[in-house]
């Protein structure tokens, strides 16, 4: 995602301080107010706080909108805004609620566009906005044609990135041929795009800044002229376009590419889609490779590379389990070597790599016991996730991602049918309760995972290794979530389409909480 313009707001005729901030009245104070509120949350991240505070600088640019519907920066800022507050919603959410949002900052870019067709930062979110709209359609059940309505979004997402990259291209090479003349010359020419990598709104904390070259280099600014019955003057910081500014376009291009691929119902259309997927990340390559290596962009921009590199040969290699039935270990080889010069050579503490590489393992494993029964092979590439997701843990030790991964990945373990796994289950369904039991402890207002982990150990400690009260240990699990606020409706959600949580899990609790409920309903 990229961040909101930088609004600069006319020096008052009076430049006496003021003792006393006045309450916000006009465009520009609203204005104001709506990026302090914002700059708040970015300070946050995560969490109440982040939330409230970008709550509140939506409504303040809404206030701004209200008084001056003729200002795409405005609107920009309020779409991004509402793009970022969906990946505030729990997991559990319903994906119409998410779409309801969503769609109203998809709006909001649209409506940015109409009023200046060549913003590229609109542009861009506008389509990391329909990225995401297809992600969500994917799970939604109350939306008519989803997959057509996914298949749309993502097209033209690829469009409006290619349309992005291809004017920040003739920028670049613009700028290159002022050459000297660049530092005088910096007026409507040139537009901004100040691009954050972000695949879900809710977890990517990876961002890029401009090109160090230039990172002192003030540009001038950009006066919008007001509509003709306002009173407004608005200014607007612009920058230059940089190389990573293209590597920026060309990782979400190719991260939409490889989404589209992996849903096409034709394998070689499939297959074509993740070849052009990477052929974007070796356009990113040679970007990269006109930078300097001194750079602070350079070593994150080499970084990001790799793990879309990754994620593409990942995602091709189980589509194409999905066409054979046959495990591709070379595309899986490939993802894992990847992560692992990361790891190795640019970033030992990187945990987007070692997360990353643990899901990989865990999908091979996964993919080698359904192609044939279990082997060593799928032991040891779950022994290998495990160490990874626990190298991980150790850099951030409350993680609930983190940790809830790990507890699946120790029932997972629990129930292959080795001779290994048996001797080692009860430790391992120990180990599963352990790591859910701390997700819950970190956190304990998310019911959406962490809870039921912790009482799915418990119970099979006692169902599949015979430790006694460990099912009654499972019922006050059960109880405390309930008490937070779980529910039957929850409860089917989490458990809905889920192949790692065993049915006679399922059927107990509904039996021992929900049954009542459900005949009180037939009723």
Same mark, same amino acid.
């Given at each position: %995602?990229?961040?909101?313009?930088?609004?600069?707001?006319?020096?008052?005729?009076?430049?006496?301080? *003021?003792?006393?901030?006045?309450?916000?009245? /006009?465009?520009?104070?609203?204005?104001?107010?709506?990026? &302090?509120?914002?700059?708040?949350?970015?300070?946050?991240? /995560?969490?109440?706080?982040?939330?409230?505070?970008?709550?509140?600088?939506?409504?303040?640019?809404?206030?701004?909108?209200?008084?001056?519907?003729?200002?795409?920066? $405005?609107?920009?800022?309020?779409?991004?805004?509402?793009?970022?507050?969906?990946?505030?919603?729990?997991?559990?959410?319903?994906?119409?609620?998410?779409?309801? =949002?969503?769609?109203? &900052?998809?709006?909001?870019?649209?409506?940015?566009?109409?009023?200046?067709?060549? *913003?590229?930062?609109?542009?861009?979110?506008?389509?990391?906005?329909?990225?995401?709209?297809?992600?969500?359609?994917?799970?939604?059940?109350?939306?008519?044609?989803?997959?057509?309505?996914? &298949?749309?979004?993502?097209?033209?997402?690829?469009?409006?990135?290619?349309?992005?990259?291809?004017?920040?291209?003739?920028?670049?090479?613009?700028?290159?041929?002022?050459?000297?003349?660049?530092?005088?010359?910096?007026?409507?020419?040139?537009?901004?795009?100040?691009?954050?990598?972000?695949?879900?709104?809710?977890?990517?904390?990876?961002?890029?800044?401009?090109?160090?070259?230039?990172?002192?280099?003030?540009?001038?600014?950009?006066?919008?002229?007001?509509?003709?019955?306002?009173?407004?003057?608005?200014?607007?910081?612009?920058?230059?376009?940089?190389?990573?500014?293209?590597?920026?376009?060309?990782?979400?291009?190719?991260?939409? %590419?490889?989404?589209?691929?992996?849903?096409?119902?034709?394998?070689?259309?499939?297959?074509? !889609?993740?070849?052009? &997927?990477?052929?974007?990340?070796?356009?990113?390559? *040679?970007?990269?490779?006109?930078?300097?290596?001194?750079?602070?962009?350079?070593?994150?921009?080499?970084?990001?590379?790799?793990?879309?590199?990754?994620?593409?040969?990942?995602?091709?290699?189980?589509?194409?389990?999905?066409?054979?039935?046959?495990?591709?270990?070379?595309?899986?080889?490939?993802?894992? @070597?990847?992560?692992?010069?990361?790891?190795?050579?640019?970033?030992?503490?990187?945990?987007?790599?070692?997360?990353?590489?643990?899901?990989?393992?865990?999908?091979?494993? #996964?993919?080698?016991?359904?192609?044939?029964?279990?082997?060593?092979? =799928?032991?040891?590439?779950?022994?290998?996730?495990?160490?990874?997701?626990?190298?991980?843990?150790?850099?951030?030790?409350?993680?609930?991602?983190?940790?809830? *991964?790990?507890?699946?990945?120790?029932?997972?373990?629990?129930?292959? #049918?080795?001779?290994?796994?048996?001797?080692?289950?009860?430790?391992? !369904?120990?180990?599963?309760?352990?790591?859910?039991?701390?997700?819950?402890?970190?956190?304990?207002? =998310?019911?959406?995972?962490?809870?039921?982990?912790?009482?799915?150990? $418990?119970?099979? !400690?006692?169902?599949?290794?015979?430790?006694?009260?460990?099912?009654?240990?499972?019922?006050?699990?059960?109880?405390?979530?309930?008490?937070?606020?779980?529910?039957?409706? %929850?409860? @089917?959600?989490?458990?809905?389409?889920?192949?790692?949580?065993?049915?006679?899990?399922?059927?107990? =609790?509904?039996?021992?909480?929900?049954?009542?409920?459900?005949?009180?309903?037939?009723?």
């Amino acid at each position: %995602m990229s961040r909101p313009q930088n609004r600069r707001l006319p020096k008052p005729k009076n430049d006496k301080p *003021k003792k006393n901030a006045k309450e916000p009245e /006009t465009f520009d104070d609203f204005l104001a107010e709506g990026i &302090a509120f914002e700059e708040q949350g970015e300070r946050y991240q /995560t969490g109440d706080r982040a939330q409230r505070n970008y709550e509140r600088a939506a409504g303040m640019y809404e206030k701004a909108h209200a008084l001056n519907d003729q200002d795409p920066d $405005c609107l920009y800022n309020w779409g991004r805004i509402q793009y970022i507050l969906v990946g505030f919603y729990p997991a559990h959410t319903a994906p119409e609620a998410k779409l309801k =949002v969503l769609d109203e &900052a998809i709006e909001k870019f649209r409506k940015a566009l109409t009023l200046d067709a060549n *913003k590229t930062d609109s542009q861009f979110n506008l389509a990391q906005a329909l990225h995401l709209r297809s992600e969500i359609l994917q799970d939604a059940t109350e939306v008519d044609n989803p997959y057509m309505q996914s &298949a749309m979004a993502l097209q033209e997402a690829i469009s409006l990135f290619e349309t992005v990259y291809d004017g920040q291209e003739r920028e670049f090479n613009g700028q290159r041929l002022d050459g000297s003349h660049h530092d005088h010359q910096h007026n409507d020419e040139h537009k901004h795009d100040d691009h954050q990598r972000n695949d879900n709104p809710k977890h990517d904390n990876h961002q890029h800044n401009d090109d160090p070259k230039h990172e002192d280099h003030h540009h001038d600014e950009q006066k919008h002229e007001p509509a003709p019955s306002s009173e407004y003057t608005t200014v607007t910081e612009v920058e230059a376009t940089t190389a990573y500014s293209l590597i920026d376009t060309l990782l979400s291009m190719s991260d939409t %590419m490889t989404t589209m691929a992996s849903m096409l119902a034709s394998y070689q259309s499939a297959v074509d !889609l993740f070849s052009k &997927a990477r052929s974007k990340l070796g356009l990113a390559e *040679k970007w990269l490779g006109t930078t300097s290596d001194e750079d602070k962009e350079h070593k994150q921009a080499r970084i990001q590379i790799n793990l879309k590199e990754a994620q593409n040969f990942s995602q091709q290699a189980e589509r194409s389990f999905l066409a054979s039935k046959r495990v591709d270990h070379d595309l899986f080889q490939q993802a894992l @070597g990847r992560l692992d010069d990361i790891i190795e050579q640019l970033d030992p503490r990187n945990v987007e790599a070692f997360c990353d590489k643990g899901d990989i393992l865990g999908s091979y494993a #996964e993919l080698i016991a359904q192609e044939d029964k279990p082997t060593s092979d =799928v032991w040891q590439h779950y022994a290998q996730a495990d160490k990874s997701l626990k190298a991980a843990l150790k850099i951030e030790s409350k993680n609930l991602n983190i940790l809830n *991964k790990l507890g699946d990945l120790s029932i997972a373990r629990a129930r292959l #049918e080795l001779p290994v796994a048996e001797r080692n289950k009860a430790q391992l !369904l120990k180990n599963a309760e352990f790591y859910f039991k701390q997700a819950v402890e970190t956190d304990r207002q =998310v019911l959406t995972s962490g809870y039921i982990g912790w009482a799915y150990s $418990c119970w099979a !400690l006692e169902e599949w290794t015979q430790v006694e009260d460990k099912k009654k240990a499972a019922a006050k699990v059960i109880q405390l979530w309930l008490g937070r606020g779980g529910s039957a409706e %929850m409860f @089917g959600d989490l458990t809905e389409d889920t192949e790692t949580v065993d049915s006679d899990f399922i059927e107990w =609790v509904n039996e021992e909480f929900f049954e009542e409920e459900g005949s009180e309903e037939d009723d």
